[in-house]
């Protein structure tokens, strides 16, 4: 299964009660984790992350679902590569 480069936009609505669930899950991703940013976007009271992934589409597929699972995380993958 060949790997894919994508890029996945995430918005966190409650930042302060997610937090810790987003970055454990994406701790447990850290091996096709490449690169990622964060900007907290105050006057909308919001956070606005992207990450660049480099893996299966599998992979890739079970990181968004279970950032998406979270409640108050929107998150959408671009597979470019």
Do not use: C, F, H, Q
């Amino acid at each position: 299964m060949e790997n894919r480069v994508a890029v996945i936009g995430i918005v966190v609505t409650n930042p302060k009660e997610t937090s810790s669930i987003l970055n454990k899950i994406l701790s447990d991703y850290s091996d096709i984790i490449v690169g990622r940013m964060g900007i907290p976007y105050r006057e909308r009271e919001i956070s606005v992350m992207s990450i660049i992934v480099d893996g299966s589409n599998d992979k890739i597929g079970a990181l968004t679902g279970k950032l998406g699972n979270i409640n108050g995380i929107k998150a959408k993958v671009a597979l470019t590569y």
